[in-house]
């Protein structure tokens, strides 16, 4: 069984990369953002900012997330939030969970069980993966890209085109992300023993065959 360990910031291909990845090794896939942005979710639609309100949402929520690369889904109270949680709003509002270090506490935790529980091995996505949640991953992995280029793709998942305008557009949205999440966890330099992949000037196969090549090198 292996564990691949994928961090990295916006619009370096880690979700695409993962499941490709997962699919592949015919292993699970799992998306810890999605966790935060699922809990952020429940948060904004009760109007919960308080950090002793965000915990107690934490902890009593249901929340499943499928570890399927291929037929995946997100569901809070038995509401399915899958598309939901990709809205600017949510993006917007991630902070206000993933800042509540008790609240990141809880959701780290059932990442572990999650990793722990899979008979087949996983590939984990995230912000603080190869650090916190699984430092000891048969392959850790930091993906890069510059700034542009990771502007420049989430203007296109976003707006559906690169244009100046999208790009103005996104452009806040990305450095503002990063600049919050960088408060509560490092994911922008690589920690000891864990590969930086640098997608900015490769296509999606030579990224993929790259942590590939990783996983087989490890075993």
Known sequence: M?????????????SSTAKEVARRLGCQYLDTG?????MAWLCLNRGVTDPVDVLEQVRGADLEISLSPDEFFVSVDDIDVTEDIRGEDVSANVQTVSGVIDAREELIEMQRDYIKAAPEGIVVEGRDITTVVAPDADVRILMTARDEVRVARRAKEVHGNA??????????LVTGRDAKDSATTSFLEAADGVYTLDTSDIDFDQVVETVLQLVKDSQ
Not at 166 to 171: E, H, K
Request: charged content about 20%.
């Open 2 to 14: 292996s564990v691949v360990a994928i961090d990295g910031p916006s619009g370096v291909g880690k």
């Open 34 to 38: 999605a966790m935060y942005r699922a």
């Open 163 to 172: 244009d100046a305008e999208a790009v103005a557009a996104t452009q806040d």
